[in-house]
Structures are given as C-alpha cells and as structure tokens.
C-alpha cells in the first residue's frame, strides 16, 4: 500500500490488501482464485452476490450495489469507527498474524480460475431462460408492476416489453432483463437499472463474457433496407412505432464482425439512427466507408437520440427518411 502524499486517507490499495482483508474476516480461503464470488456480508445475502477480483484488488455487490477495495471493505465492516480509527484497523488486519501467510510470492500464484467463452455463454442462458416469462399486458406481481411502470415512465409500452422478450430478474438493482437476439440467436443478457442512484454509476449490466464485437442484435435477415442504431432501448423505441427492421450495435461505431453480418445479409440500404450527436455522426461517416447506400435517419432539431423520441415524433422522422431513402432505390 502506498499513502499519497498530502492525503492520508487516500491511497491505494493492492489485490493483496483484499486478499489480507477476505481472509480476516474469513470470507476466502488461502488458496483463492483471482476472481471469485462471495457471500457479500452488506446485505442479506443467500447466494453470494459479491464479485471480488484479487489481482485489482476491487469488489462489487450485485445484490446491494456496495463496491470498493481492501480499505473500504474495512471501513463497511466497522460502520460506526472514525476515519482515524478505520485506519488504524486496517493496518492492524494487514499486519495481523491471521493474513501472515499472504506474502507477495503467493498472492501473484493465485489461482487463475477463468471460465472460458462457452461456459460463460451457457451460465447466461441459463439464467435468462431459467427466469419465469412474463406477460407484461397482464402480469400483476409487484416486480413486473414496478418494472411495467418504470418503462411506461421512459415510453415503452407493455406490447413492447412482450415483443422483445423482457423478463423480471428480482435483482432490485437491475430489474428488468432483455435478451439480445442476433437474428433470433441468443448471444447474451443486458440488465437495465429502474433506480436512479444505481443509474448514476451504472445503467446496463451485459452478463459476463458478452461480446459486443461479434452481436447484431435485430432480425437483418434477407432485408432491403436496415436501420442501425447505437442502444438495445434505441431499437426498442423503432420497434414499438413498428419498424422491426433494426439493429442495434451497442456503440456509435460498428465492429468489422458486424459488419460482415450485415453484408452477407444482402441488405441494400443503410439508414443510420445512430445519435444525432457527434459520435453518431461519427459513426454515420464511418457507416458510408464500408457501405454503398447509407441514408442519415431525419433526426428532428433538438432530438438526440431514438429513445426521445415521441410516436408523432417518430412518424415524422420516419416518414421524412423513408421519402430520402426511396430516392435511393
Ligand atoms: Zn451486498
């Protein structure tokens, strides 16, 4: 650990720091592996819901959303100490007798224990389809009212939810669950939080393993024309006024992977809704390198981005592009 000068209190801690700090209050073994999950001690957890990885020294709760390093893991166990005091407790840990053990040479050993793509995939699917489906027109439990509210709040109708396949997770902190589906294949999860605090720090959550890279989310098969957008919640706005020809790419710039998904597809026009800001222009630019027709989506003064928009909005838009794209034909 080293004190930065001029600040006591902040410096940085190592994964070795953790490690110490884990094994003190008994939360891993001596023989971890780098990345692990535990049972997070800040909530009323069953299943272990706190991601820790040792070799950055930094954990995280999915279940409570407390995240942090050796120093404030400490400082959560002992809520009601000073700053002074945390510290002090905190160096007492790291030179206790009970973490003697944990010594440079076996920290940088541990184990590596990394699942590799297909068993990241499978853990994944598992989980989306292992969750009940909801019929968002009728389902009244309170996790589908709550998350049926939040959505109709950012415009999104419950025909919606069902059309795009969205489930409830139970998670409090990302609530809703959508399935990505790369012309019906299904390539991962992407979680959306309902809680503005949660929002501040962290919008979507993507299952581990998911490849951004290598996913088109949208049915693109055998279609003329393809609308691309940036966002999942993008596409879903172009779904809802009943454009269903449209793909997400989960940036402004389009991968080369995707790319060549999109070109063996046969489509003849581009039209890019990517944000009418400047990545999303950025991107359009960078859309009329790789393709030979690519029409600018008609994007209304002051809108930024497809999920602004209002359905008189969204008709307006459309109709203006689709007037530019049949020049194109
Ligand atoms: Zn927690």
Redesign the pocket.
Known sequence: MQIKEGNPYVFKCSGMDLQKVLLYYGHIENNPSSELKIV????K?VNP??IVDLQDGKFF??????FGDAYQFVHLMNPKLNDLQTLQKYFKILKSNKVRKVSEHNHTRIRKRRYDNKELYNIAYDYYYGLSKVDWMKDESDEVTLCRQYMLQRGFTPYTLNKCHAKVTYNKSYAIIFPMLDNGMFKGWVCRTTLPDIEKKRKYLYNEGFSRATTLVGDYENQDIVFVVEGYMDRLKFIQNGVENVVAILGWKMSYEQEMKLKKSNVKIIVSALDNDTCGKKGTKYLRTIFRKVVRFCYLKGIKDPGEMSEEQFKMMHKKTMNKVKQQM
């Open positions: 997070c001690p800040f909530h957890d819901s706190m709760c999915f279940g409570c959303n407390t």
